[in-house]
Structures are given as C-alpha cells and as structure tokens.
C-alpha cells in the first residue's frame, strides 16, 4: 500500500485510497468564497423543534453529564424498540439488538469493522454515500462497486451476482437513497434475499432517510424482511429525523450475535454516545412531540419541483425519497459535472454537489444534486438565480 506524507520523520500509512479533499468541503468552501446560496451539502439550514432543544437543556441542568451505559442509553433504547414497534410492527429488543451510536457514519464503519478482514470483499451500489469507500478499504478489504443505471438508479441485478465472489463478505445499500432519491421496493429486498441464500454474505443497510419518503410511497426496512433481517446490520441517523445533523447520534439495530460483534469494537471505538443529546431524543420520542419530518420535507420537495420547472434544469425523476433532487443540465452545457457545478457556484451563486463524486470511477451523467432541506426562502433565492441561467 502506498504510504503518506512523513512528518517527524515518520511515515503515516494511507488506509484508503480517497486521499482528496472530500467535494462536499470543497464545494462548501466555493460557496463562501461567492456568497453562494448552498444547496450543496445535506444538512437543514432552519431550526429544531422548541420542545427537543428544551430537552437537551433539561439533560444538561438535571444531571445527565456523564457516561451513559456503553450500549446506549436505555430509555433511548427502549423508545426507539417502541417506535419501530409502531411504525413497522417489528419486534427489537432493547437490550439485545439496538446500540447507540456517535452518528450513522460511525455506525457503518463499526459494522464494516466488525464483519471485514484483510482481503475481503465488500459490494456497495454507485452512486453511493462517500464514506463507504474509505470505510472498506480502513478495514484492509476491497470495495467492489456495482452501477445503477441513471434516471431511475434501479439495481440490475445480473451485475451484482456477477460482482460476488467467495471473497465477498458484504453488501452494503442505501435506500432511501443519497444521491439520487431512488427507493426499493418489496422486490428487491426479496431478489437481494435470493441471492445471497446460500452466502454468508453480511447485509448494511443504510436506512438513514427512512422517514423521508414522499407521495404516499412506503420505506421497506430490512428489518421487515425475516430472512435478511438475521444476516443484516441495519444503520439510522437522527440528525436525518429530528434536522440535528451536527448532534451526530445514529443507531445500529441487529440480531443480537451481530450486535454483540459490533460492541466489541464499539466499547474501545467511541466507548458511549453523548448523554444529553440521548436523553432529549428519548424524550422527543417517546413524547411524540416533533412535527413529523416527513411532512415538513414533503412540503419542501413539492415547492421545490414547482420551482424548479420553470429553470433550464431538467428533472427526470422526482425524487422519491431523502432530502436530494437530482438534475440533469442537458440544455445548459456539456461540461464535466465537477466542472459545471463550480461554475454554477461561481457564475450564478447557487452550490450543489456533481454527482460523478458518488463514484468511484468519477462516471458522469452530467447531473447535479440539490439539497431541498432549507427554509423556502433559501429554495426560492437559489431558484430565481438558476432562472438567470442560460440554455445553450
Ligand atoms: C446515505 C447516508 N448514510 C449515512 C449518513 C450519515 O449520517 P450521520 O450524520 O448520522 O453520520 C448520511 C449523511 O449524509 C447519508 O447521506
């Protein structure tokens, strides 16, 4: 393996081959330079909801300072085994299967972690969330990755049996999806369930987006598929439900051998999560009290899409789920994505994210994503500078 930069003298060994800066603080960075409304990185930019705030307050002044128990903290537990009691009709144990995380990030590394040896293989579908890559590689295995083919980014799933070899350990997907809003429906968990029958084959789902899913359209849960759900690492983030991002708290729920593998590494990883911030979500869940963010995101695709419409953007699939909209610029120009969003950012004043960096291989589609996870009058402002774009 190549190594890194030395510093004092000592050589720092390069554990993955992402060894850029990542495009989201690039194009972040971009966009203060030019006083660019950012619709780039995926993060709400209007507040919490008064009643979670006011928990995290009481945590903090009633004494939940220290340590919570390295699984978590219970009552958090048990409110999250209530909720998907409710919202799936699927039974997780509190004490057994659920372990809560710094964020969903650190969650999928862990997952990764505790399934991967050197040489293994790990299959992720592109475009993907883009710590998949790196996370495989810390772990001295291969990332092997499968296509979607764009606008509908369904799974073609002849490429994937191809990609499985004896080596493959896991199979990590994303749905609701980042970047392209894509979902899966009933189907594919069960082709997926057909395919690595006779594996041992691993399964990471990545369920962040869950409760964003729009038009009436249902999220299928790993968890309530019988025969994935015992081979299956299912990953969740908060800070996608209750707009907290920067709380940075996500949650493992697996079959209990699974989940005791992933507490190996997580008590001399992380050791526990942050206790305020535990005991107000505990709170704001078992209370019920948050605007449910599926409604509120809803609301802001829909304007956005309306907005949209009348730009030389062209949508040829509304997103379905998450908070991205992707876009193609056919009618605008024929630049490289990278190229074309950081013109867009300069020349225009509104950020996004080239979907070629979800790619290992850099693939170009000639599509960008937006984040419509802002204020209306954020979409409105960066809407009526793309009015100011031309067709070419
Ligand atoms: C697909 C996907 N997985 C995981 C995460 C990370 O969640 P967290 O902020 O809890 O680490 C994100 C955040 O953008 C994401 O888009």
């Known amino acids: 393996m190549e190594t890194g930069k030395k510093g004092f003298g000592i050589e720092f060994p390069l554990k993955h081959s992402a060894t850029g800066t990542t495009i989201f603080t690039v194009m972040s960075a971009l966009a203060t ?11 709400p930019d209007f507040p919490i909801d008064d009643a979670l705030a006011q928990f995290l307050f009481d945590a903090a002044k009633n004494g939940f300072n220290q340590y919570a128990p390295m699984p978590g903290f ?16 699927v039974k997780v ?7 809560v995380t710094p964020g969903a990030t650190y969650a999928i590394y862990t997952a990764f972690a505790a399934v991967l040896q050197p040489g293994d293989e790990a299959i992720l579908l592109e475009p993907a969330y883009d710590s998949y890559i790196p996370n495989i590689e810390m772990n001295g295995a291969k990332a092997v990755p499968v296509g979607l083919t764009a606008p509908d980014f369904q ?7 191809e990609a499985i070899t004896p080596r493959t350990k896991a199979i990590i997907i994303n749905t609701p999806h980042n970047p392209t809003g894509a979902i899966w429906d009933q189907q594919d968990w069960d082709t997926l369930a057909e395919i690595v029958r006779d594996t041992n084959i691993v399964i990471l789902a990545d369920e962040v987006y869950e409760q964003l899913v729009f038009d009436g359209q249902k999220h299928y849960s790993v968890l309530e598929h019988p025969e994935l759900r015992e081979r299956s690492f ?9 707009n907290n991002t920067g709380w940075k708290i996500g949650y493992c729920i697996a079959p209990p051998a699974f989940t005791v593998a992933f507490r190996r590494l997580h008590q001399f990883l992380s050791f526990t999560t942050n206790t305020p911030a535990q005991y107000a979500l505990a709170n704001i869940i078992e209370k019920g009290v948050a605007q449910p963010v599926g409604e509120v995101m809803q609301k802001k695709k829909d304007y956005f899409l309306d907005l949209i419409k009348e730009t030389p953007f062209t949508i040829h699939k509304a997103s379905k789920g998450s908070y991205f909209q992707v876009a193609s610029y056919e009618r605008i120009s024929d630049m490289p994505d990278m190229e074309f969003a950081q013109w867009l950012t300069r020349e225009h004043g509104v950020a996004t994210i080239p979907v070629s960096a979800f790619y290992q291989n850099k693939h170009d589609d000639h599509l960008i994503r937006f984040c419509f996870a802002k204020k ?15 067709v070419r």
């Open 33 to 43: 330079q030019h006083g660019a409304i950012n619709l780039s990185q995926g993060f």
């Open 74 to 89: 219970p009552p958090l537990r048990q409110a999250i085994a209530a909720d998907f009691l409710k919202r799936y009709g």
């Open 93 to 99: 144990d509190a004490d057994t299967e659920i372990t």
């Open 376 to 390: 209306e009058e954020t979409l409105k402002a960066a809407v009526d500078r793309l009015m100011g774009v031309g």
């Open 155 to 161: 799974v073609d799933w002849n490429k994937v049996k």
């Open 234 to 242: 299912a990953l969740y983030s908060f800070g996608k439900v209750y």
